[in-house]
């Protein structure tokens, strides 16, 4: 199926690391992103990463990949009141032309 | 370099009317892509365009249809509309002719049918 799966909600306190959680459904996908998205507005690229890698960190952000499992991770270092948003995990398998979303995960910082 | 638009942002029809929407790409983009965004079904691929060619299609009736102009401007259009069809509309513009690499989004048209 092209169920792409993501914990609901995440609450953490301001300062705290942020793991958010995504399994994917196509071992094929060559690309998997992670998008934000704050009320009312739409989506927007935070990173990206490619298959043939492990890991990969921009600032604060780092994203893990673990192929065999399917699972893809999404650490914020120090995170911020500005976090506060729903973040999707996303694949898109070759060929297709379109991007799988996850469900969704929102997290709420608390100050 | 403006970003993807999308018009109207906001929308308000009624059962058994149809709608159009409109996405202009980020200059030079000729990859369009629309999604549906709701609660209960979360985002949903509709159609991607490239150079006036529809590449792939969700599955949503025939009643979404969609198209491209030469400027790669897109519209995507909803006929005889469902109280199902409220939605945030996505549309996303790509340089690539590979539509994977780096999608920009839109701020989105919100579609409320009463």
């Known amino acids: 199926g092209e169920d792409v799966e993501q914990s609901l909600f995440l609450s953490v306190r301001e300062g705290d690391s942020s793991v958010i959680n995504c399994t994917y459904t196509?071992?094929?996908?060559?690309?998997l992103y992670w998008y934000k998205q704050e009320p009312g507005a739409g989506l927007q690229l935070l990173t990206y990463?490619?298959?043939?890698?492990d890991m990969k960190q921009d600032q604060r952000l780092t994203v893990l990949l673990n192929k065999k499992d399917k699972h893809l991770s999404l650490r914020i270092a120090d995170t911020q009141t500005g976090d506060s948003a729903i973040y999707f995990c996303?694949?898109?398998?070759?060929?297709?032309?379109?991007?799988?979303f996850g469900t969704g995960t929102r997290l709420k910082v608390l100050a | 370099k403006a970003g993807v638009t999308q018009t109207p942002r906001y929308l308000i029809k009624t059962r058994g009317q149809q709608v159009t929407l409109s996405c202009s790409p980020i200059?030079?983009?000729?990859?369009v892509s629309w999604y549906q965004q709701t609660p209960g079904q979360g985002l949903q691929f509709l159609f991607e365009?490239?150079?006036?060619?529809?590449?792939n299609k969700g599955n949503f009736p025939g009643r979404f249809s969609g198209r491209q102009f030469s400027n790669s401007r897109s519209e995507m259009n909803v006929s005889t509309l469902e109280l199902g069809d409220s939605a945030l509309y996505l549309c996303?513009?790509?340089?690539?002719?590979?539509?994977?690499?780096?999608?920009?989004f839109g701020p989105g048209t919100r579609l409320t049918v009463l």
């Open positions: 990463i490619f298959s043939n890698m």
């Open positions: 200059s030079g983009h000729r990859s």
């Open positions: 996303a513009s790509s340089l690539q002719a590979d539509s994977r690499i780096e999608q920009f």
């Open positions: 196509d071992s094929s996908s060559t690309y």
């Open positions: 365009y490239f150079s006036e060619t529809q590449r």
């Open positions: 996303a694949e898109s398998p070759p060929g297709t032309y379109k991007y799988i």
